[in-house]
């Protein structure tokens, strides 16, 4: 199990992420960017998720890192604090970017997802915006390896391996899952515990 403190972490991550993502898209692609946000408030890191409503037609009711598409000649990185902001509240000074994880190429939905840490420092009131978000989820980083495992998934009509974390009546699947592996594997790369998820067979979970 992981065993970093929140000081671990701010200290290490910075230096093992992409501080200039080029990620150039796909043919049909979309561009679209999330926020990891940790809170390092704490001894152990925690990260941030949101329930997206269940009134929304894209991928209501799962679980995703705050995040959306980007508007025409955005910085990605603009993009994700920019959501953020719009879905939680959460103000873009009160963020310290550390850089961005490896993109997510979502075929089914066809979006290239850059997603980028963002290291909180206090923790901050979030005001969900209720037409898109119904909850705020706070998971501790080693509680969330603990719960990793890969299974088949179905979604609408598709089946694919995936990533998957079961947080009691949560479970974080898809391209959110796929974005969480990799911070664990940024930080612990021989780790290693599953056999591999093909990279763009799965469209939930996402922004």
């Known amino acids: 199990m992981l065993t970093y403190t929140s000081d671990d972490l701010r200290r290490i991550l910075p230096g093992l992420l992409d501080r200039f993502p080029a990620a150039p898209l796909p043919a049909d692609t979309t561009l679209a960017a999330v926020l990891v946000p940790v809170l390092t408030a704490g001894p152990e890191p925690r990260l941030v998720f949101t329930k997206r409503s269940p009134q929304l037609s894209r991928h209501a009711g799962e679980i995703s890192f705050p995040g959306g598409l980007a508007e025409d000649e955005e910085v990605p990185s603009a993009t994700a604090l920019r959501e953020a902001e719009e879905e939680l509240g959460l103000r873009p000074s009160d963020?310290?970017?550390a850089g961005s994880l490896p993109p997510?190429?979502?075929?089914?939905?066809?979006?290239?997802?850059?997603?980028?840490v963002g290291f909180l420092s206090r923790d901050p009131r979030f005001t969900p915006n209720a037409a898109e978000i119904s909850e705020v989820l706070e998971y501790p980083l080693g509680a969330l390896l603990a719960a990793?495992?890969?299974?088949?998934?179905?979604?609408?009509?598709?089946?694919?391996?995936?990533?998957t974390y079961d947080m009691g009546s949560h479970v974080i699947w898809g391209a959110t899952a796929r974005i969480l592996w990799s911070l664990i594997d940024v930080l612990e790369p021989d780790r290693r515990p599953w056999s591999g998820v093909p990279a763009a067979n799965e469209g939930g979970g996402g922004s």
């Not at 190429?105 to 066809?110: A, E, L, Q, S």
């Not at 299974?151 to 598709?158: A, F, L, M, P």
Request: charged share 25%; proline share 6%; net charge negative.
């Open 95 to 97: 963020v310290e970017l």
């Open 104 to 116: 997510v190429h979502t075929r089914v939905t066809g979006m290239l997802i850059l997603p980028f």
């Open 148 to 163: 990793g495992a890969e299974r088949e998934w179905e979604w609408e009509g598709y089946r694919f391996p995936t990533y």
